[in-house]
C-alpha cells in the first residue's frame, strides 16, 4: 500500500512547483542561504499542497479514470489504494502545508502574508475539484491561475520582492497554452465524445483548440519578451542582457507545440518535459544563459 501511496502522491509533478523559484533566480537571492530556504519551504508547502489535491481528485474521479486508458492505472481506481486511506492522506497534506505557511508568514509586516497564497491555492483546487472542471474554458483558467499562485508566493515567501507584472502575464499565458495543449491530447488520443473521461470533452473540439493554442503561443512569448526589455527589468539586473534569451523560449514554446500538433502523448506535461530530448536541452540551455545573463552583466 506505501507504494501505492506514493504513486498517487505523484511526486513526478512536484516539478511544477520549481516555478516558486522563478522570484529567487530573478531577483538575485541564489547566494543568499535565507532567501534559499524560505524559498525551499514555500517549494515543500505546494508540493504537500499539490499532493493533496491530486489524492483528492483522484477519489472524486476514479469512476471516470476507470474509463480511461491511462488514469485507471492510477492507484485509487485500481484499487490498490483504498479511498479511507487516500483521504486522510489528502487531508494531513493539505493540513501539513497550511500549518507549514502560517509558520512561515510574518504577520507584523505590510503586505499579503505567505499563509494567504497556499490556502487561496487551496480554495481554487477545492471549486476545481468538485464544479469547475467540468466548465468549458473556466477548467483550463483554473489551472493557469494554479501555475501563478506558484510564482507569486515564492516572490512573498522571499519579502520584499514584486513580482513582475510581465513575468506573471507570461506563466498566465504559458500555463493556458499548456492545459489547452493538455485538453487537445484527450479529444485526440483519448475521449470518445461521450465524457466518461471528462464532462467537459462533450464540448471541447479539435477545432476550437487548434484555434485557440497557437494564439497562447504566441502571447506567451510575446510577454516574455516584453518582460525581458521592460525597464524594471532592465534596472533590476542593470543589463539588458535577458533579451538574448528570448530565441531559447521561442524554440521551446513552439518545439511543445510541434508534438501538440503531432498527436504526440501531452497529457502529462511533467513527463514531455523530461523524455522529449529537444526540450530537455533547450530548458537546460535556457538555465546556462539566464545564469550568464544575470551574472555577467552588462554585457548589452
Known sequence: MSKALLQALRPHQWVKNLLVFVALVFDHRLGEWSSVRSALMAFAVFCLLSSSVYLLNDVIDREADRAHPRKRNRPVASGALPVPVALLASLLAAGGAVG???AMSDFARPGLPFVALPIAYLV?????????KTM????????????????HAGSVA???VKSSSWLLLCTFFFSLFVAFSKRRDEVINVSDGSGATRKTMKRYTQQFLDQVIPSLAAISILSYALYTVAAETIQKHQSRNLIVTVPIVVYGVYRYQYLVSQGREVGDPARVLFRDRPLVLS?????LVVWLAITLRPLL
Open 158 to 160: 522571499l519579502v520584499d
Open 100 to 102: 507549514w505557511g502560517f
Open 283 to 287: 530548458g537546460l540551455a535556457y538555465a
Open 124 to 132: 481554487l483546487q477545492l471549486g476545481y475539484s468538485f464544479l469547475l
Open 136 to 151: 468549458l474554458i473556466v477548467d483550463c483558467l483554473c489551472i493557469a491561475l494554479g501555475f501563478l499562485f506558484r510564482v
